[in-house]
């Protein structure tokens, strides 16, 4: 088991989120879910909005995605997120008051203007974030 | 000739004014370091997503995707980047100057797009087209900002209104200097392909023009996320630069004004002396 391992990478335009080695990588395709293990062909492919667990040796660890990309090489994988974080990191409490503003401003805006797909997209990351944080504590 | 008042006056203002630039410089030299490890920070995302265009555009075809297309330029946008705030040496007088000769050397002068208040408040006052001014993004720089500008891009692009995008920017090169930077944006330059002896060629999920659509727009709002950076670094650069030149004069001015205080005391004492010398002498 103990060479079945990948080096993966993941960034987003503001930081690089991790680097190291995985004995898998799961992400939400846009096509759907998938699974990267070890000898994965090499594969280009978008995501959207959910969350992602890295399994290494010592454990998984589970962030909430807005959306990106995965590259897939011979030997090596990365992630191309357009912001990513952490579960552990997520305050739930935040996140709620996030859905409720986005919420808010979605009755109140014009269904046209470029406020309405904002709050739109802030209200999906923020319901993305409770999701993920909920996945995480089962 | 100055009185001993007003020099010593002089001597005072001049010293206010140097403790002022010092501290601008501290300021200046605190955010440089700030602004240097957020532009240090998009580096493995900008290598990771230079390396993903280069395997795609081996494979791409050219007219795959409507911002990759070149056609017939009929109206175009020039990106103007400077500074929000002043006090930076020629850093915002440059990018002006090389904006309005940009603008008045084609038959079809491009439209302007301002980020940054300095740009926007002195391009306002000459025969330029601007439409839409960003103001105070670099008060605190967020993706969310590039991400503002490109998509106006983008859809003004897409929409058809301009056929071509290009940035001038000031680009960071080291502390103690600042290149200014002309780049096009529209339509995406390709990465050039490179052989890659490990790349072999991918499986697309979906297709490969479903994910040009996500990738290119995204790639853009980053190129625009860069110069931002870029930018933002620069200027604290070059207003540290700026604010030293300043103290250092400060300094060279406040010795000059000392010394001339000195000899114009040096020659009063002189004078009064002769006086009394000469007063005693009358009346032996």
């Known amino acids: ?138 | 000739m100055p009185s001993l008042k007003e020099i010593r006056r002089r001597i005072g203002g001049t010293k206010d004014i140097q403790k002022i630039t010092r501290a601008m410089q501290t300021v200046a030299g605190v955010r440089l370091r700030r602004a240097q490890d957020q532009l240090f920070a998009a580096r493995p995302y900008s290598d990771k997503m230079k390396q993903l265009l280069q395997h795609l555009s081996a494979q791409a075809d050219k007219n795959a995707h409507p911002l990759l297309a070149e056609r017939e330029v009929r109206a175009s946008v020039l990106v103007v980047v400077t500074a929000d705030r002043g006090f930076c040496g020629s850093f915002n007088s440059n990018v002006i100057r090389r904006a309005l000769e940009t603008h008045s050397a084609t038959d079809l002068p491009p439209s302007l797009i301002c980020i940054g208040r300095k740009g926007a408040e002195t391009l306002k006052r000459s025969k330029v087209n601007i439409i839409e001014g960003y103001l105070n993004v670099f008060q605190a720089l967020e993706y969310s900002d590039a991400m503002d500008i490109a998509d106006q891009l983008i859809g003004m692009y897409t929409a058809g209104e301009i056929d071509r995008v290009d940035v001038l920017y000031n680009e960071f090169k080291s502390a103690g200097q600042q290149n200014l930077v002309l780049e096009q944006l529209l339509p995406v330059v390709p990465e050039t392909p490179k052989e890659d002896p490990f790349f072999t060629g991918y499986i697309y999920e979906p297709s490969q023009a479903v994910l040009l659509n996500d990738l290119l727009p995204q790639h853009f709002r980053f190129q625009i996320w860069r110069t931002l950076l870029e930018s933002n670094t620069a200027e604290e650069a070059a207003r540290m630069l700026a604010m030293d030149n300043a103290t250092r004069n400060a300094g060279d001015l406040i010795d000059e004004l000392t010394l001339s205080a000195n000899k114009l005391r040096q020659s009063t004492i002189t004078s009064e002396l002769m006086d009394i010398v000469g007063g005693a002498e009358a009346i032996k």
């Not at chain 1, 986005?102 to 923020?126: C, G, N």
Request: glycine share 6%; charged share 25%.
């Open chain 1, 1 to 138: 088991m103990e060479d079945r391992v990948f080096s993966l990478v993941v960034v987003t335009p503001v930081r690089q989120v991790f680097e190291g080695q995985v004995r898998s990588l799961q992400a939400p395709g846009t096509d759907g879910d998938f699974e990267v293990l070890v000898g994965h062909i090499p594969m280009l492919t978008s995501l959207r909005p959910g969350v992602v667990t890295l399994r290494n040796t010592d454990g998984r660890s589970i962030y909430a995605i807005s959306g990106g990309f995965v590259e897939v090489m011979r030997h090596e994988a990365t992630v191309l997120a357009e912001t990513i974080e952490r579960v552990d990191s997520i305050d739930v409490e935040r996140a709620r008051d996030a859905e409720k503003r986005a919420q808010d401003r979605i009755e109140s805006a014009a269904s046209t203007s470029v406020d309405m797909s904002r709050a739109q997209s802030a209200l999906a990351r923020a319901q993305n974030r409770l999701r993920a944080s909920q996945l995480a504590n089962k």
